[in-house]
C-alpha cells in the first residue's frame, strides 16, 4: 500500500467528512415529495400517524395529504373524485421535477389508478396501493350497511348496477361475480378504468398508468372491510365465491391496464400483513416500517453535479488508497454499514474507489470521516 504525506491525509479526511455530512445533509432535504389519498368517509385528520412516521424517518419531506371529498362527501362518484383530486395534486406533480410518491388509501388507491390513467404527464414514482379494493368490492360490511341499510351483497345490484347507483362511489367498484354481465354492462369506473369493456382510451391510458416506476400492493386478511382482502393484490371471486389470485385474472392475463407489464419489468410488489384491521393501516407502524418506508427513500435526482464534483476530488485522491483488501473490510464492516445510509454507502463503495490505510483501526477511522 502507497504512503502519503500527513497533509494529503489530512485533506482526505477534509473532503470525506465534508463530503458525507454535505451528501447527507442534502438527502434529508431531497426526499421526493409525498401525496396521500385518503379513503371513503376519511379525511385528512386520520393520517397523523402516518405523517409523524413520514416526518421522523425522512425529515424534510414534503408531504400532503390532499384536503377533499371528506366524509361523506367521499361517497361521490369516483370520476368526479378523480378530476378533483387530479386537479389538487397536479401542481405539486409540476413543482417536483424528480417526481412524488403517492400513497392512497382504501377507495383512495382506486381514484389514485384513475389519476395515472388519465394524466399523460404525471411524474409518480412510486404508487403505493393500502388497502385498496382494487379488483372491486363484494361483501356485508359496516360500510355498506351504514349506506345501504336496505341491502346485503346479495341483492345490492339491483341499485348498484343502475344510473341512480352509479352515482354512488362504492357502487362504481361493487363487482358482483354472480352477475358479471351486469357490472360489465353497467360499471362507470372500475370496467372502463380495468378495460374491462369499450374504452377508446384504453391504450393511452395503460401507457399513462405504466409511466410509474414502482407498484406496492399492501393488504391483509384480517382487513375486515375489503371483500375478499385479496382484491388489494387484484385477487377476486369468480361465480363460485372462490378468490381468483391475481395472475390468474383475465385483467392480468390479457395485461388490459399494465399489470403484467408491471410485474414483468419487476415493478409490481406485493405485501400481505396478518392482524390488521383496515381502518389502522395507516396507523400502524409496524406496516410503514415494513412496507411502506423503503419506498419513500428514493432521493431526488437533483444531486449529480455536486455528486459529480466530489466524486472526481476523491478520485483524484484515490490513487494513494489502493489497497482493496481494506476498502472489503470497510465494505462489510457493520458499524460503517449502520452509520452511512444505504445510498451514501453505495456513493463512496462503488462510484469512488476509497479505501482506509490499514494502520488506521477502523472504529477509528470512522470517527475520523463520520
Known sequence: MKRFSFPSYLMLQFLACGGLFVLLFRATLCYKPVVIIHGLFDSP???QNLLHYINETHPGTNVTVVDLFDHTYSLEPMWKQVEGFKNAIYPIMQNAADGVHLICYSQGGLVCRGILSVLP??????FISLSSPQAGQYGDTSYLKYVFPKYIKTNLYHLCYTSIGQDVSICNYWNDPHHHDMYLNSSKFLAILNNENTNPNATAWKNNFLRIKKFVLIGG????????????HFGF?????????MKDQMTYLT???GLKTLDARGDLVQYSVSGIHHT???????????????WLTDISDTEPEFVEMLSSALTALSPVFDDSTAREEL??????QCIV???????????????VPSHHPLPFYLLLIC
Open 121 to 126: 404527464d404525471h411524474n409518480v414514482d412510486t
Open 45 to 47: 385528520s386520520d393520517f
Open 331 to 336: 465494505k462489510s464492516d457493520a458499524t460503517f
Open 221 to 232: 386478511p384480517d382487513d375486515g372491510v375489503i371483500m375478499p382482502w385479496q382484491s388489494s
Open 255 to 257: 395485461d388490459s391496464f
Open 341 to 355: 445510509s444505504s445510498s451514501v454507502k453505495a456513493f463512496f463503495l462503488n462510484t469512488i474507489s476509497l479505501t
Open 237 to 245: 371471486y369468480d361465480e363460485n365465491e372462490t378468490v381468483i389470485e
Open 280 to 294: 389502522m393501516w395507516h396507523s400502524n407502524q409496524t406496516v410503514f416500517r415494513d412496507c411502506i418506508a423503503k
